[in-house]
């Protein structure tokens, strides 16, 4: 299998976790999440995650120095991945740059109403049963069978500390100027690989598609 490196930006809400979780599956490719590393640093109660929770949980971004000591660590061992939620400053889009290149950049664009509907009926999987289970649900949009209940691996579901009206308002407030725009200038000119915008504010379902057609020459 050839190299293959995907970028995923975009808000909240934006469907990139499900994005890259489909991908990462159809493609082979392994999903870097710095969310979800950040929030099993915090989970395992190491210093790291001692250090960052109260920043997570309010809805701030974690210093630099720290997410890109995270990252490095995991790319020095793959050349097949999507990266979800990292960079979101200039410093971690140079770092990236410094580190590795990539070959396309997605950038998901969905209306702020729905950003809101989303992450506020978003239910996740504690993984208790299956650890690492990647089940993400919605309390109208895809319900599990069980209210509460993971229909992959039957954990419980629970709600992210961040996903409360305020934080997910605050989050979604100081995307734009915090990352949207700065990576926005950052790849879209094409010369950091290919820019791709996607709109996905339609089902889960439709955006794969609309992103899978521009990756059809690539090899899985
Ligand atoms: P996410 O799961 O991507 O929404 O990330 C959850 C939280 O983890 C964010 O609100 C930040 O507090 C932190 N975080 C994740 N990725 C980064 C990043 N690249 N830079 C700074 N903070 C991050």
Same mark, same amino acid.
């Given at each position: 299998m050839g190299e293959l490196r995907i970028l995923f930006i975009g808000p909240a809400g934006a469907g990139k976790g499900t994005q890259c979780a489909k991908l990462s599956e159809e493609f082979g490719l392994e999903h870097i999440s710095t969310g979800d590393l950040i929030r099993a640093e915090i989970k395992s109660g190491s210093e790291l995650g001692q250090k960052v929770q109260s920043i997570v949980e309010a809805g701030n971004l974690v210093s630099d120095d720290i997410v890109n000591e995270i990252v490095k660590n995991k790319l020095d061992r793959t050349k097949r991945f999507v990266?979800? /939620?990292? +960079?979101?400053?200039?410093?971690?889009a140079e770092f990236l740059n410094s580190v590795t290149n990539l070959h396309y950049i997605f950038s998901?664009?969905?209306?702020?109403e729905n950003l809101v509907e989303r992450l506020s009926g978003r239910r996740l999987c504690t993984g208790t049963k299956k650890p690492g289970c990647k089940g993400m649900f919605h309390i109208a949009f895809n319900p599990p069978k069980v209210e509460g209940i993971c229909d992959l691996c039957g954990s419980e579901l629970y709600q992210r500390k961040d996903d409360n009206p305020e934080t997910i308002e605050k989050r979604i407030n100081s995307y734009e100027s915090e990352t /949207?725009? +700065?990576?926005?200038?950052?790849?879209g000119n094409g010369d950091k690989g290919e820019f791709i915008s996607i709109e996905a504010d339609e089902a889960p379902g439709m955006v794969y598609e609309a992103i899978t057609s521009k990756l059809k020459a690539v090899s899985k």
């Open positions: 990266l979800d /939620g990292y +960079p979101r400053t200039k410093e971690q998901l664009e969905v209306n702020k /949207g725009k +700065p990576l926005k200038d950052f790849y």
